[in-house]
T-cell receptor, first 110, second 113 residues
């Protein structure tokens, strides 16, 4: 079946630190991969996506590369800001369905 | 403004009392979906719809119904709510299928007593 496993949180970093949130997946066929972000009290917003192997998605300084050989889609940012504090969800779509990881809460302290 | 709206945003009800959560999008999207978000479980898909009159089960459909009579609306119906349906619910839509960017509503927080 299809599933997403992402790094447990919460994660607390100092401003300007390097961020990695790990995500691995199991899927049949050729899924598309996503990172969504949820700010407190809001719905999810797309952060970035990749639709095929070796694609790199990027947005707002965040990056993730679709690695078929390791079935991974790790999220990285070189220098986090306080405004990046949120919950991050890794997700995949396969067929007509969508599968989310459990979410990783990130807090960035000044 | 392009958006997905949900109503109500907060709801407290009692076991067995039928309720409907409405979802509407103004982007002419074909694909719509409902999710529930629970601590430690992330988001799980309840039902989705590829187009008008086409709906299908997601991972956790038990206890829920949906309908898609118009393209813009996708209500979620709980015929006989139970406490294990206490959760945060999100509606989402995308242009044509699940692999495209989904746009989420603000969420509906439901408490079933």
């Amino acid at each position: 079946g299809n599933s997403v496993t992402q790094m447990e949180g919460p994660v607390t970093l100092s401003e300007e630190a390097f961020l990695t949130i790990n995500c691995t997946y199991t899927a049949t066929g050729y899924p598309s991969l996503f990172w969504y972000v949820q700010y407190p009290g809001e719905g999810l917003q797309l952060l970035l996506k990749a639709t095929k192997a070796d694609d790199k998605g990027s947005n707002k300084g965040f990056e993730a590369t679709y690695r078929k050989e390791t079935t991974s889609f790790h999220l990285e940012k070189g220098s986090v800001q306080v405004s990046d504090s949120a919950v991050y969800f890794c997700a995949l779509s396969s067929g007509n369905q969508f599968y989310f990881g459990t979410g990783t809460s990130l807090t960035v302290i000044p | 403004e392009a958006q997905v709206t949900q109503n109500p945003r907060y709801l407290i009800t009692v076991t067995g009392k039928k309720l409907t959560v409405t979802c509407s999008q103004n982007m002419n999207h074909e694909y719509m979906s409902w999710y529930r978000q629970d601590p430690g479980l992330g988001l799980r898909q309840i039902y989705y719809s590829m187009n008008v009159e086409v709906t299908d089960k997601g991972d956790v459909p038990e206890g829920y119904k949906v309908s898609r009579k118009e393209k813009r609306n996708f209500p979620l119906i709980l015929e006989s709510p139970s406490p294990n349906q206490t959760s945060l619910y999100f509606c989402a839509s995308s242009l044509s299928f699940a692999g495209e960017t989904q746009y989420f509503g603000p969420g509906t927080r439901l408490l079933v007593l």
